[in-house]
Each structure stands twice: as C-alpha cells, then as structure tokens.
C-alpha cells in the first residue's frame, strides 16, 4: 500500500503560480510511475502530467505543457507540479496518483494507477 497525501494547492490571480507537493509513505519502493490528475467541476478526471521512478520521462497534457512542471525527490518521497501562468481553467481538485505495475506504455489514463491522494484544491481567479 501507498498513502499519499497533496498539499500546495490554494486561490491564485491568473497568471500566478503555484508549487503542489504530493507526499508519499508505506511502500514508496513501489512508486513506479507517479502522476498528477485535475477533476475541474462537471467534468471527468483529466490526465496533467506524470513522471517515472528515475524522473528521466516526463508527459504533459497539451494544455500544460510550457506551464507545468512534474519533479520528484526520491529521498523524501515526494512528487511536486510547479505551475505557473495559471488561467482560470486550470482550476480543479488537482490529485497525484501512484502506478506500482511495471510495464506498460501509457500512463494517462486513472485506470493506469492504483494509488490516489485525497486531492487539493486549485482555484485561479480572473
């Protein structure tokens, strides 16, 4: 098992920035792909970004790209997104996910993970 816990989040102006930090404990050995997911109001879980074990593959939504960095810090088992340049539809409940199965290609979807933090909120005000 994997507990995650995201934090970071809060009420921005457009244009802003925002650092999100998704914490990690219980077999963290096992995180083999981490990645960060937004559920905007009305809509379905949408894909954000994702990094793998080494942190040497990283994939972004079109919508983030230029915008949104993933990162991880192995030793403190932490996963962060910095996002800058914040638009009023990049608000949501912003959630980090932790895939433990080796193999695979795609990493996009929520089915791809089994590990899902509570989330954390994201509001940019225009």
């Known amino acids: 098992q994997v507990q995650l816990v995201e934090s970071g989040g809060g009420l921005v102006q457009a244009g802003g920035s925002l650092r999100l930090s998704c914490a990690a404990s219980?077999?963290?050995?096992?995180?083999?792909?981490v990645g960060w997911f937004r559920r905007a109001p009305g809509k379905e879980r949408d894909f954000v970004a994702s990094?793998?074990?080494?942190?040497?593959?990283?994939v972004y939504a079109d919508s983030v790209k230029g915008r949104f960095t993933i990162s991880r810090d192995n030793a403190k088992n932490t996963v962060y997104l910095q996002m800058i340049s914040l638009k009023p539809e990049d608000t949501a409940v912003y959630y980090c996910?932790?895939?433990?199965?080796?193999?695979?290609?795609?990493?996009?979807?929520?089915?791809?993970?089994?590990?899902w933090g509570q989330g954390t909120q994201v509001t940019v005000s225009s």
């Open positions: 996910a932790v895939r433990s199965i080796l193999g695979g290609s795609s990493y996009t979807r929520p089915r791809d993970y089994e590990y």
């Open positions: 219980g077999r963290t050995f096992n995180m083999y792909v």
């Open positions: 990094i793998t074990r080494s942190g040497a593959n990283t």
